[in-house]
């Protein structure tokens, strides 16, 4: 900062709630998130319940779904922009195979294209955390009381929706908190999928609030604004933790 | 299910699980062995549909060029420096601090305890600003203090870990060291430590994980071209002055993924504790 700060008011947060880059930020991060926490826990939990039948290589599996897991953005970036090269991408020349697409993915001007190519990405690389928790949770699950429901005649699906699922719920819910917050907070998936020259420009309408606040502070200069943006992001994850925890009491089921 | 004990239906049952687990495997590695063969190609792979995956020759000289001709022997001392303080200072501050809050009763334990663990539910793009600014009054910008700095003075994360771990050692190994003339430091050393050693492996892995593969920090603090970490390398090798070919990228990627692998791989069982501990009980 150049000038010494000056006491203005509430003058930035007028002028970023005015803005529209704050009201794409909220859209995108919303439906980012939408997708990217729900399908990931699904997958997570699918993947759990697989890997908790016994079945031997458990070890190689999770070596496997944690590759991504541990793996940079910037490299993970890499690939997936060739991935999704409209042209000459493996990924559409895969689904052509099976009647689907051609897509843009992240070099579409469609906001939603985009946002929903860059959650593909997030869920990929997370699912195998997400799994990993979801195991823990599974595995304490005590084997008495699943087989003292199977000889009183519960079935497979009996067990799982009764036993299984309100036993891993605070886990779930758990996974859920960790995924919107991190949803709310993500900055790599976004400036290193849409930042592919190297020069650090997001379009406006493709940005997220860290992706803001980033370019306010550091890019133009204005401290002032990027604090406010970075309120209005935490006021959001806040009010999204306490709508979750009201909800809590709801379907999650503690001993 | 009546014919679950069936050993046929057993079989089938395990078969469909391997098939389903098989193919998200086959998802999730798929694009890193596209990676690695890419990175061993000419130019002009990228164009090529069907992908040809490790067609001879392979250009192992492409390694050879991203380790000469851009200073990424340089990047990677660097990110290993950094990383290594991390580490080295996570830990120590986690040992000394999650002692401190476990065994010792004073007024405000507690409460700081639980100033800290707060620390976890603040995003920390809030904080990103002021600790910028910080810096910048102190004059340390354009070095590596604002990133390895406070590793030094315990991470929220850290010092639950251990605290949670050396909670769970009972006092009266502590009493019963402690009437035998053990100074609290020797009891620290001798007793706690070796028995918080796997927390600490977990958390050093993470913190390992997390430095090596961290954007963030280094793009905000570090502007010297001679100081860039790896990721700041790959990021600007992308785009800007250089415009290298695609097949080198793909060489510099894999390089930089080597050492969170192989760290993973020897040390997967503490991962999997750190996850579930950080997890389940947080």
Not at chain 1, 125 to 152: C, F, H, P, R, W
Request: aromatic letters at 16%.
């Amino acid at each position: 900062m150049y000038n010494p700060p000056v006491f203005i008011g509430l003058k930035n947060y007028i002028e970023v709630l005015k803005g529209p880059n704050i009201w794409y930020a909220l859209r995108n991060v919303s439906f980012y998130g939408f997708i990217y926490v729900f399908s990931q826990t699904f997958i997570g939990c699918i993947l759990a319940v697989l890997l908790n039948q016994k079945i031997g290589f458990i070890k190689t599996y999770r070596i496997a779904y944690f590759i991504p897991v541990i793996s940079p953005w910037i490299g993970i970036s890499l690939i997936w922009y060739w991935l999704y090269n409209p042209q000459y991408g493996a990924l559409n020349y895969i689904l052509s195979f099976i009647g689907v697409g051609p897509f843009n993915y992240t070099s579409s001007n469609n906001w939603a294209e985009v946002v929903a190519s860059i959650a593909v990405v997030t869920i990929w690389k997370g699912v195998g955390y997400v799994t990993v928790i979801l195991l823990a949770g599974l595995q304490n699950i005590s084997v008495e009381l699943m087989e003292a429901a199977e000889i009183d005649g519960a079935g497979a699906l009996k067990r799982f929706t009764k036993i299984t699922i309100p036993m891993l719920s605070p886990t779930i819910f758990m996974v859920l908190i960790l995924g919107t917050m991190s949803a709310i907070q993500a900055f790599d998936p976004f400036f290193v999928m849409l930042n592919t020259s190297g020069t650090g420009v997001i379009p406006d309408r493709f940005s997220v609030f860290n992706t803001l606040i980033y370019d306010n502070a550091f890019k133009y200069n204005r401290f002032g604004m990027s604090a406010a943006i970075a309120w209005v992001a935490f006021a959001f994850v806040a009010l999204l933790t306490f709508i979750q925890k009201k909800m809590e009491s709801r379907w999650v089921h503690y001993e | 299910m009546n014919n679950a004990n069936d050993p046929k239906w057993g079989l089938i049952q395990k078969a469909a699980v391997h098939l389903v687990l098989i193919l998200g495997a086959l998802i999730m590695i798929g694009p890193f062995v596209f990676t690695l063969s890419s990175s061993l190609q000419g130019p002009g792979m990228f164009q090529k549909l069907p992908p040809e995956l490790f067609k001879p020759p392979l250009l192992f000289s492409n390694y050879v060029q991203v380790w000469r001709d851009i200073d990424f022997f340089r990047y990677t001392m660097n990110s290993l420096l950094i990383t290594c303080l991390c580490v080295f200072g996570g830990a120590i501050s986690a040992a000394f601090g999650g002692f401190g809050l476990a065994r010792y009763r004073f007024k405000g334990v507690n409460a700081i305890f639980f100033a800290a663990l707060a620390t976890m539910m603040i995003p920390a793009n809030m904080l990103v600003i002021p600790q910028y600014i910080m810096w910048q009054k102190v004059g340390l910008l354009d070095t590596y203090v604002p990133i390895i700095v406070p590793y030094f003075f315990g991470t929220a994360f850290g010092l639950f870990l251990m605290r949670q771990c050396f909670k769970s050692i009972s006092n009266e190994l502590y009493e019963a060291a402690f009437i035998d003339g053990c100074s609290p430091v020797a009891i620290f050393a001798k007793i706690y430590l070796p028995l918080g050693k796997a927390s600490l492996a977990a958390l050093a892995v993470f913190t390992f994980m997390n430095e090596w593969n961290d954007m963030y920090k280094p793009l905000i603090y570090i502007t010297t071209k001679s100081k860039y970490t790896l990721t700041l390398g790959l990021l600007y090798m992308r785009g800007g002055e250089y415009q290298f070919s695609q097949q080198l990228l793909m060489a510099a990627a894999v390089i930089m993924m080597i050492p969170v692998v192989i760290v993973y791989l020897c040390a997967q069982k503490y991962f999997v504790q750190g996850i579930v501990t950080s997890g389940i009980k947080g």
